[in-house]
T-cell receptor
Framework: AQSVAQPEDQVNVAEGNPLTVKCTYS??????LFWYVQYPNRGLQFLLK??????LVKGSYGFEAEFNKSQTSFHLKKPSALVSDSALYFC?????????????FGTGTKLQVIP | DAMVIQNPRYQVTQFGKPVTLSCSQT?????MYWYQQKSSQAPKLLFH???????NEADTPDNFQSRRPNTSFCFLDIRSPGLGDAAMYLC????????????????FGPGTRLLVL
């Protein structure tokens, strides 16, 4: 069974500092990996995904994530945090083969950017 | 240019009174999903439609049903809502193919927050 771990319930970072939100995964075969952001009382917004190719994936709002196969990680990063980045972040994974596979979401990490 | 639309955004119902939540999409995606999300937890998949084929998750209660009359619309019916069904309900869509390199990005609507009194 596939799974996603987001080890930090909350990450606090000062505005202007770099941020990292951690994600590790477990899946059979090659993964498709995703990051979504959720603002209060809103649906999930797609940020970026890794399907294949370059390990460093660039997404919306200046976010990027690095796929590391040996460490089974897909950490979300941003060089300089904004207060408006404060939200709930979800990592998700699905297997890339074997017929239809549902997407499994992590439990979420709340990012708090302090002015 | 909304892509996945959910109505209403907030729904109040009474304990045991049937309620229907709606979702529509302008993306022409063939897969539509319903998720339940409670208080900042991970979204929990209830079921999905792959084209017209309905796929229920094993742990989805019978109290939850769904209808998809056409590609654009999908409904979530809660036959007898209980207090424990109060949650945010998220609809999502994706274009899934059986070919290599399929893209599984799911696009979410804004959600409907259900309150059960």
């Amino acid at each position: 069974a596939q799974s996603v771990a987001q080890p930090e319930d909350q990450v606090n970072v000062a505005e202007g500092n770099p941020l990292t939100v951690k994600c590790t995964y477990s899946v059979s075969g090659n993964p498709y990996l995703f990051w979504y952001v959720q603002y209060p009382n809103r649906g999930l917004q797609f940020l970026l995904k890794y399907i294949t190719g370059d390990n460093l994936v660039k997404g919306s709002y200046g976010f990027e994530a690095e796929f590391n196969k040996s460490q089974t990680s897909f950490h979300l990063k941003k060089p300089s945090a904004l207060v408006s980045d404060s939200a709930l972040y979800f990592c998700a994974v699905r297997a890339s083969s074997g017929g239809y596979q549902k997407v499994t979401f992590g439990t979420g990490t709340k990012l708090q950017v302090i002015p | 240019d909304a892509m996945v639309i959910q109505n209403p955004r907030y729904q109040v119902t009474q304990f045991g009174k049937p309620v229907t939540l709606s979702c529509s999409q302008t993306l022409n995606h063939n897969v539509m999903y319903w998720y339940q999300q409670k208080s900042s937890q991970a979204p929990k998949l209830l079921f999905h439609y792959y084209d017209k084929d309905f796929n229920n998750e094993a742990d989805t209660p019978d109290n939850f049903q769904s209808r998809r009359p056409n590609t654009s619309f999908c409904f979530l019916d809660i036959r007898s809502p209980g207090l424990g069904d109060a949650a945010m309900y998220l609809c999502a869509t994706s274009r899934d193919t059986s070919n290599r390199g399929r893209k599984e990005t799911q696009y979410f609507g804004p959600g409907t927050r259900l309150l059960v009194l």
